[in-house]
């Protein structure tokens, strides 16, 4: 790796914790690119080679995030077993937990569904282009998302591998709903 590629990957981390830590901190919408740049070390011309804007830094980071964490899962074979898929996501996602909270509290979680389900896409592609195939990949994305979340507020206390049983349980043998409820009366 050359000098300057190791320097902008070093820039490029210390934005992404500034912008994290400020987070934790303040409003979202309150933080300048010159307080990103002031907290990571860097002048704001080497944060502008990198991102455009403070949603440039998260987007860039979740979905490079997602595609290491599915690249990981597909590599291990962890995406032929429904257990073993979901323990790898809690397991990697909750090292990023931080990040995850952060940008839900921000309002921003919408960016970790998109990386989501665009990685739900890439690890199950449809055999064909169904809109019942398609449907089931946004589901399940959106089902894990929304456990995901709950996980991390309730401070991620369920083990990686409690919360793998109860997505697998869930997406094969799908889960008690209301309107289950409503036929059984």
């Known amino acids: 790796m050359s000098k300057g590629s190791e320097s902008n990957r070093l820039a490029k981390e210390c934005i992404v914790t500034a912008l994290v830590e400020l987070m934790k901190m303040r409003d979202y919408d309150s933080i ?55 323990y790898a996501l809690f397991e990697q996602l909750g090292k990023y937990s931080d990040l995850a909270i952060v940008a839900y509290r921000a309002h921003l979680g919408e960016l970790i569904l998109a990386a989501l389900i665009k990685n739900m896409f890439i690890t199950f592609p449809p055999p064909d282009n169904s809109a019942e195939e398609r449907y089931h990949r946004f589901f399940l994305a959106g089902a894990f998302y929304n456990v995901f979340i709950e996980w991390l507020k309730g401070g991620s206390h369920e083990s990686p591998a409690m919360m793998a049983k109860i997505c697998a349980e869930m997406a094969t043998n799908g889960c008690p709903t209301p309107f289950d409820e409503v036929d059984a009366k």
């Open 32 to 86: 300048t690119i010159t307080d990103i740049s002031k907290k990571a070390g860097v002048s704001r011309m080497a944060y502008y080679r990198n991102y455009n804007s403070k949603d440039d830094i998260l987007n860039k980071y979740i979905e490079e995030v997602g595609e290491n964490i599915h690249q990981m899962i597909a590599n291990g074979n962890s995406s032929a077993v429904p257990y073993d898929y979901f």
